[in-house]
């Protein structure tokens, strides 16, 4: 491999300056195995090592911010700020930070035994603030110039979440203590952070709550965070504050997720089944906090809403679970027989080969069904969820029971036939219970043969 000129070095530092953080980690973790081998590849190695180390330090100077310049589309409707806003406040501090981003860069090594202190940070953002508010250096100015591409009132919304950067440190390391069981404590603690936020700013109090929502896993858990500062409000109260802003958000999620179930395509097949029963999921778990977080009044302006969404949830649900034992029926046909056999009336109907769209149609609705099993209990349906599962799995056992009898004794159906009829029990079984059932199938199949 032949060395690479000044303009081609030049071109990979700026390739690696724009790319995503998870882009520059993964890079990082596949040249450093064998990276020894070229000259090139270790200088290039030794590039992304040092942007990987740079981006450390950056994210842990700005940890609670950073998620609001990620890359991905800012989750529900939440605050986002241009990725080169944070890059270009970074350099600015690099110009004219000292001693401290010399700290920070020194902690972001995995070697680092004794990281900088939170106050090291802290007074790192407060610095970033005044410099992007005076554009004091070309770092600076990149980043204006990127927010107020954005929006007009862009360079001071990031500034303002600069200043409750210290905050909003102290507030993370707390949170997961405020989403778990709440006693007296863990309110008190929740609601002073909010009361210190609101002493930074008297309107810093939604910052925070964006800060802290942006770093959640789970979206919806944000209502537990307004539950613990409103103390269990009830829906009225919260529609009417500051932060109602992000209640509002979860309600237009789940009338998307609703949107999504009611675009169910069965000829689709699996992904289809899956999409919908996630957006069930989602949905339940939404509602769900909603239920958990504040008291809701049927009159309310959220309990009315949520009212109306679980019952078309639920309507949406159970009528697509009504329909998954006619659907398997048709990919798995019988031939009409006055005789019950195993809770089925009737052999396997082997006349021409399985209907591929019925197949099809069956497999999205065996793998909705299998989606929204924990979702019965929260939304109420989960006696039909047994009673369609239990009748799934019988006809899935008896039609594969009966074809390998038929297979067994060499009888005159065409035994090509059989199997593959068999090959499509396995695999709808496969979607209704998993890997392993159906791979029992296959092999049952081979020693019956």
């Known amino acids: 491999m032949g060395q690479l000129s000044e303009s081609q070095l030049a071109t990979v530092r700026a390739l690696l300056t724009s790319a995503p953080d998870s882009a520059v980690r993964d890079l990082e973790s596949t040249l450093a195995e064998g990276s020894e081998r070229h000259d090139t590849l270790r200088m290039i190695h030794a590039m992304v090592a040092a942007e990987a180390l740079d981006r450390r330090a950056r994210n842990a100077v700005f940890r609670p911010i950073a998620?609001?310049?990620?890359?991905?589309?800012?989750?529900?409707?939440?605050?986002?700020f241009p990725p080169g806003a944070l890059a270009g406040v970074w350099r600015g501090l690099k110009i004219d930070g000292g001693r401290h981003v010399e700290l920070a860069l020194i902690g972001a090594d995995p070697r680092c035994v004794e990281p900088p202190t939170a106050e090291v940070y802290d007074e790192l953002c407060a610095e970033a603030a005044c410099g992007l508010r005076a554009?004091?250096?070309?770092?600076?100015?990149?980043?204006?110039?990127?927010?107020?591409?954005?929006?007009?009132?862009g360079l001071e919304a990031?500034?303002?979440?600069?200043?409750?950067?210290?905050?909003?440190?102290?507030?993370?390391?707390?949170?997961?203590?405020?989403?778990?069981?709440?006693?007296?404590?863990r309110i008190a603690s929740a609601r002073i952070a909010f009361?210190?936020?609101?002493?930074?700013?008297?309107?810093?109090?939604?910052?925070?709550?964006?800060?802290?929502?942006?770093?959640?896993?789970?979206?919806?858990?944000?209502?537990?965070?307004?539950?613990?500062?409103m103390q269990r409000p009830d829906d009225r109260f919260v529609a009417s504050s500051e932060l109602a802003v992000f209640g509002e958000r979860l309600l237009d999620d789940i009338d998307s997720q609703l949107k999504q179930v009611g675009a169910f395509d069965s000829d689709r097949g699996v992904v289809a089944g899956e999409s919908a029963g996630s957006a069930v999921r989602r949905a339940s778990l939404e509602?769900?906090?909603?239920?958990?977080?504040?008291?809701?009044s049927p009159e309310g302006p959220w309990g009315a809403r949520l009212t109306r969404q679980r019952k078309a949830l639920v309507q949406a649900v159970e009528g697509r679970l009504k329909a998954v034992e006619s659907e398997v029926a048709a990919a798995l046909p019988l031939q009409s027989s006055g005789a019950r056999r195993r809770g089925l009336r009737g052999q396997p109907r082997l006349t021409s080969d399985p209907d591929r769209r019925q197949v099809q149609r069956a497999l999205a609705f065996l793998a909705f069904l299998k989606e929204v099993r924990g979702s019965g209990e929260r939304l109420g349906f989960g006696a039909?969820?047994?009673?369609?599962?239990?009748?799934?799995?019988?006809?899935?056992d008896t039609y594969v029971e009966d074809l390998l009898d038929k297979l067994r004794a060499g009888e005159g159906d065409d035994a090509d036939r059989v199997r593959t009829f068999l090959d499509v029990a396995a695999e709808l079984t496969g979607v209704f219970g998993d890997d392993r059932a159906a791979?029992?199938?296959?092999?049952?199949?081979?020693?019956?043969?």
């Open 67 to 80: 998620p609001l310049c990620a890359h991905k589309p800012a989750r529900l409707g939440g605050m986002a």
């Open 135 to 153: 554009r004091a250096n070309a770092g600076y100015a990149a980043a204006a110039a990127a927010l107020e591409k954005t929006s007009p009132e």
């Open 158 to 185: 990031f500034a303002a979440y600069l200043d409750l950067a210290p905050v909003a440190r102290s507030a993370l390391d707390r949170m997961h203590d405020w989403l778990g069981r709440l006693n007296d404590e």
């Open 195 to 229: 009361r210190d936020a609101v002493a930074v700013a008297e309107d810093a109090g939604p910052r925070l709550f964006e800060i802290l929502y942006a770093h959640l896993e789970e979206p919806w858990a944000v209502l537990r965070l307004v539950s613990a500062v």
């Open 287 to 296: 509602i769900q906090e909603f239920d958990e977080s504040m008291d809701l």
């Open 384 to 396: 039909l969820w047994t009673r369609t599962t239990e009748q799934v799995q019988s006809r899935l």
């Open 439 to 449: 791979q029992i199938v296959r092999r049952r199949v081979a020693a019956a043969a």
